[in-house]
Nanobody, 128 residues
């Protein structure tokens, strides 16, 4: 059964770095050739926030709050999406989710309702 599986979340000090992974499990094709993939994050009581996306042409979109600090990338052979996070801040603390939408194009504004397939999430905690 196909699913997305995130990993790599941890507790770190402010200024530290983490790399999150999202494995596309059960797919028999290269998902990066068909789908827009993205990272979202959510804190309790708030809406899920789009962080970064990657479309089938390799174009990326980042939320203003993470530009210059986070990098989204892929390893097609491993069917894995990554989120490299550096200069982490306490406000980056959240549950991080990867998601895909049906088309290969990513919207410029990442909205939860545009993505229909989600992983279970991985927790990132940044302490000051």
């Amino acid at each position: 059964q196909v699913h997305l599986a995130e990993s790599g979340g941890d507790s770190v000090q402010a200024g530290g770095s983490l790399r999150l992974s999202c494995s596309a499990v059960g797919y028999t094709f290269n998902i990066f050739t068909l789908y827009c993939l993205a990272w979202f994050r959510q804190v309790p009581g708030k809406e899920r926030e789009g962080v970064a996306s990657l479309d089938v042409n390799g174009a990326t979109v980042y939320a203003d709050s993470v530009k210059g600090r986070f990098t989204i990338s892929k390893e097609s052979a491993q069917s894995t999406l990554y989120l490299e996070m550096s200069s982490l801040k306490p406000e980056d603390t959240a549950m991080y989710y990867c998601a895909r939408r049906s088309g290969g194009w990513c919207p410029s504004l990442l909205v939860e309702s545009d993505f229909g397939f989600w992983g279970q999430g991985t927790q990132v905690t940044v302490s000051s």
